[in-house]
């Protein structure tokens, strides 16, 4: 239950609607329990008036002509109590019910902002399925909390108290025995209802799973396809799916208990009111109307009774949900922004003895790494694959903080920077490209939303990918990405390029981004980067050492750790890795002409 406190600031919030949606339901039920009293009495006339007029000799066929006026009333009366209550219950679902609805939004808003907060490393801990489902199911959980289990805890907290308060000062002794199954009722229900809720989680978990198994089958279908394991893969869904019918079928199976077992314990409660009634009535202790309005009181009892164990697992089930929203709201950012003040960064990059260690994994990705680009100069870096060379990348971008050592930009620690001020000023194009399922146009604008359409032609132009562009359906309007024309991996690269590039940022960092680009594309790129790069720092990951580009350092990583470092003719004549990577493409290149 104490999960839930944390939503009483919510609900403070719309105080105001909360307790005029309480006062509403409260006088919804004052009219409810109204009416059952109305009708006894109407039933008590009826019986005295027919018995004097027997005694007076009056025809039975002038009894309606004697009566119809005052039935009229009572029935007019019965009438407008109903209407009354109606209108109140209409008040009561606008407030308390729209409560839950601002609240849900509210709440959602805030966790939403939350997760933008977190840090990549949260990310890597969890997977997208789990935070999704937190910031929709559970939410809605919490909602059913917030609105239906409020709304009927106070409704049924009201009317319990008037009907049980009119039925005692009616006869004590008749509401003793009337009341007496009802407590078994809720009870036995609640106990139904908590099965029922196991078996509900146990299926909402097997559809997860099911949910889970289908998303990654139609995100690797090309795979699946091209392995010819559909068959398998169907296989395995079906037995997934045979878990779940099974679930299924057994709540079925309880559920259908549940309705008999209420009418049952309601009926008892019926009869014991006759019999009790019947035996207080010969004795002249209770009226025939009372029985009346007993068995409509029962009845009315009903659905409160049955709620009470509804209600509880409604709070039990938001309560479960609110833990795991809690859980994920109380983790803070790894990294966080100090400093709020703009300024320009110059683009001096250092690495300090850098060493470190994915906190998600426990790799070791780098060791002891130094190097420092003063600013416009161009750093290559060199080596093989996991090597440690993206995570230099992810260091400057403070995706992470670095285990030991430091890093600094224009002489200062980047943890001291305005974080999105280096963020900003860094064009990033990571190794692995993502465009969000948009026109090409809001994909290169990504990098700067003031780019205009002019220079989004001039980027796609320098990153020698406008040509492609417009050869699509509708040019720069056309959709790419999910649901939208899919661009091969090297038109997908540029893309990525020409985003970076539009920020006009002061360090460029680009990653491997012209593994899947011809030559002769690459030359065009790389043209207009020795032009646009002057004055810009830069650090260039790659697995081709790209001619006609004046590079300042190389620097060469094995296993985290650094193997060589030194301007090109300096690792030239060190003969080292880069000195063979030189002479095989040298080669390549000779037999490629040849
Ligand atoms: N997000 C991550 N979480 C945990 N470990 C990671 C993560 N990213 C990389 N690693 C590990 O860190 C090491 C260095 O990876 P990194 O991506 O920096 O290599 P790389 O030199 O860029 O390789 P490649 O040339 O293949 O791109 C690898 O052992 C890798 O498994
Ligand atoms: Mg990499």
């Known amino acids: 239950m104490k999960d839930l406190f944390v939503l009483n600031k919510y609900l403070l919030r719309y105080k105001g609607r909360l307790i005029i949606g309480t006062i509403c339901v409260v006088l919804s039920n004052y009219f409810k329990a109204l009416v059952p009293l109305e009708i006894g009495e109407a039933l008590d006339f009826i019986v005295l008036k027919v018995s004097d007029m027997k005694e007076q000799g009056t025809q039975s066929s002038d009894f309606s002509a004697e009566m119809g006026g005052d039935l009229f009333t009572f029935g007019l009366t019965v009438l407008f109590y109903a209407l009354v209550m109606g209108i109140f219950m209409y008040f009561m679902r606008q407030t308390i019910i729209y409560n839950s609805r601002l609240i849900e939004y509210d709440l959602r808003k805030d966790i939403y902002e939350h997760y933008q907060n977190l840090d990549v490393s949260f990310y890597k801990k969890h997977n997208t399925g789990d935070l999704m489902a937190r910031i929709t199911e559970d939410v809605s959980k919490v909602r059913m909390y917030l609105g239906p289990a409020v709304l009927y805890g106070i409704n049924l907290t009201s009317l319990f108290v008037m009907v049980i308060y009119s039925m005692i000062k009616i006869n004590p002794t008749l509401s003793f025995y009337t009341l007496l199954p009802l407590p078994l009722l809720s009870l036995s229900i609640y106990m139904v209802s908590s099965v029922i809720n196991k078996k509900s989680e146990a299926i909402q978990r097997q559809l997860s799973s099911l949910n889970s198994f289908a998303q990654e089958v139609y995100s690797g279908i090309h795979v699946i396809k091209s392995y010819v394991k559909e068959g398998a893969f169907g296989k395995a869904f079906d037995e997934e799916s045979e878990i779940f019918k099974e679930k299924s079928l057994e709540l079925a199976k309880v559920n259908a208990m549940f309705y008999p077992l209420m009418i049952l314990l309601v009926s008892v409660s019926t009869i014991l009111t006759v019999v009790v009634g019947g035996i207080q009535v010969s004795k002249g202790l209770a009226t025939p109307g009372n029985i009346a309005q007993f068995i409509i009181y029962v009845n009315m009892l009903t659905w409160p009774v049955t709620a009470i164990g509804w209600i509880a697992s409604i709070i039990q089930q938001a309560s479960a949900s609110m833990q795991r929203i809690n859980e994920f709201q109380a983790v803070t950012p790894a990294i966080e922004n100090d400093n709020e003040a703009v300024y320009d960064v110059q683009g001096e990059i250092e690495f300090r003895d850098v060493s470190f260690t994915y906190p998600n994994s426990g790799i070791q990705a780098l060791s002891n790494i130094s190097f420092k680009v003063s600013s416009g100069q161009k750093l290559i870096i060199l080596g093989k694959t996991a090597s440690g060379k993206s995570t230099i990348a992810e260091l400057l971008l403070r995706m992470y903080d670095v285990s030991s050592g430091q890093i600094l930009i224009d002489g200062r620690d980047i943890k001291e920077h305005n974080l999105n001020s280096i963020r900003k000023s860094i064009g990033y194009v990571p190794q692995d490209v993502f465009l969000f ?57 540029r893309m990525s390029i020409a985003r970076a590039l539009i920020k006009k940022p002061q360090i460029v960092i680009l990653d491997d981004c012209l593994s899947a680009v011809d030559t002769t594309t690459e030359q065009k790129i790389l043209q207009y980067l020795k032009r646009s790069l002057v004055e810009k720092s830069a650090i260039i990951i790659t697995h081709r050492i790209m001619s006609g580009f004046d590079v300042d350092q190389i620097i060469v990583l094995e296993d985290g750790k650094m193997a060589e470092k030194g301007t090109p003719s300096e690792l030239y004549a060190q003969k080292g890795f880069y000195f063979d990577m030189l002479n095989e493409q040298k080669e390549e290149k000779q037999l490629k002409s040849a």
């Open 437 to 493: 399922s948009d026109t090409a146009t809001k994909n290169v604008q990504f990098g700067n939303d003031a780019a205009t359409f002019a220079e989004v032609q001039e980027y796609t132009d320098y990153a020698a990918v406008r040509d492609d562009i417009e050869s699509l359906p509708e040019q720069f309007e056309t959709r790419i990405g999910e649901r939208g024309v899919t661009l091969s991996g090297g038109q997908k690269q």
